[in-house]
């Protein structure tokens, strides 16, 4: 794919599978058996065998590499197996590998996974420990002995010079964190059901690294998520209506790095983000006014305005007011804030959800969906439409 022209790609996969664990803070198992779990519920729902998968696509950063899985799940041979860099910022790509593997005739049914104990095993939050000298390690060097060792604290960076620029205060994040919790409490599957907040809530909630709150922060979990991808043609002979991929991109911006992008010229924007909004509409003839639903990356609430920025939504600095208005519905299922944090995978289900016209808070009429990966790493987006 070209960041100056349209693909060839949109229209020509589905999505025709979603499964997943319950979502927890100690699954009591391994990452093995959650993403086997995951996989083997995705091909339930898709009406799919194992016989029937020749493809497997995950992250980086998995201890179930996808052979694996593949021999756990009862899967035979493969003919298409690959893995997405950059954390969070992968979610959407497994997706669009998948399709460019379907679409190129490399494989016919290609399973994506992601499942960890991130909450009772490993977790993100807990912030870098030790690592491996690496290229891209090296830039760490410049924040680490200043104090920025965690995830939080990078984004606080770029979150406090976004509130400067557009003179706003940090009550700008909490309408993200009201909509995800409030979305999140109608939704049986979330970790918050039954518990969403006020702007009073967000405001009284501690301080992680200021400007972020601790209701500014996505929870950390423990579980599995699926999603099974065919050709169009295929899945209109499966048992659900296919969620047809209409754009998927990934995007790197100019002096990227992971989370610690500062020496670019401005800190208010996501440039990979932006990279991928001009390929995803390029690519759909889409525009923002043309969005029923949108899912977007939540691991932090300052990236989700400046993404809707990004996207043109909106005006740079007026997302929160954006988000306050509901103008668009913003992640249905409660999000990584308030559903679950599987490193966007969930939301890519949920976008599938809102296409079939099964998700717990179902918006009507729902037939263009965006979703968008991990921000401040380079990232990844998918629209996912309604066939016809």
């Keep these: 794919m070209s960041v100056r022209t349209r693909d060839a790609l949109g229209g020509r996969a589905a999505v025709v599978g979603i499964g997943a664990t319950e979502f927890s803070k100690d699954s009591g198992r391994s990452e093995l058996r959650l993403a086997v779990e995951a996989v083997r519920a995705a091909l339930d729902d898709a009406g799919l065998t194992p016989a029937d998968v020749d493809g497997m696509v995950t992250f980086t950063m998995d201890t179930s590499p996808e052979i694996t899985v593949a021999q756990a799940a009862g899967i035979g041979e493969l003919s298409f197996f690959s893995r997405i860099h950059y954390g969070g910022g992968a979610a959407c790509a497994t997706v669009q590998q998948a399709a460019l593997a379907v679409a190129a005739g490399v494989a016919e049914v290609v399973v994506c996974y992601r499942a960890f104990n991130e909450r009772s095993g490993r977790r993100f939050g807990s912030g870098v420990q030790h690592r491996e000298p690496s290229a891209e390690g090296a830039a760490l060097g410049w924040s680490l002995p200043f104090g920025l060792l965690t995830p939080a604290s990078w984004v606080a960076m770029a979150a406090q010079r976004y509130l400067f620029t557009h003179g706003l205060t940090p009550d700008a994040f909490g309408q993200v964190a009201v909509v995800d919790r409030g979305y999140a409490a109608t939704n049986p599957a979330a970790y918050f059901h ?30 599995g998520q699926a999603l099974v991808v065919t050709s169009l043609e295929r899945a209109r002979d499966l048992p659900h209506p296919p969620a047809v991929i209409a754009a998927a991109a ?58 809707l920025e990004e996207f043109g939504f909106c005006a ?10 509901r103008t668009l519905p913003l992640n249905t299922h409660g999000g990584q804030l ?20 099964t998700a717990a808070n179902q918006i009507p009429g729902a037939t263009r969906t965006l979703v968008t990966a991990g921000t401040g790493v380079p990232t990844s987006g998918l629209i996912l439409t309604a066939d016809g």
């Design 194 to 223: 039954g518990r969403p907040i006020t702007l009073a809530d967000h405001a009284a909630s501690r301080w992680i690294v200021e400007p972020l709150r601790l209701l500014d922060c996505c929870q950390e979990t423990d579980g």
């Design 250 to 307: 990934q995007g790197a911006g100019r002096a990227q790095e992971q989370m610690t992008s500062y020496y670019r010229d401005d800190l208010t924007g996501l440039p990979e983000m932006g990279v991928v909004a001009r390929q995803l509409w390029r690519t759909s003839g889409m525009g923002p006014e043309d969005i029923h639903v949108g899912i977007l990356y939540d691991h932090f609430t300052p990236f989700v305005l400046m993404q």
């Design 316 to 325: 740079p600095g007026a997302a929160a007011e954006f988000v306050a208005a």
């Design 338 to 357: 308030g559903e679950a944090y599987l490193h966007g995978m969930n939301g890519i289900a949920e976008a599938v959800r809102q296409l079939r016209g």
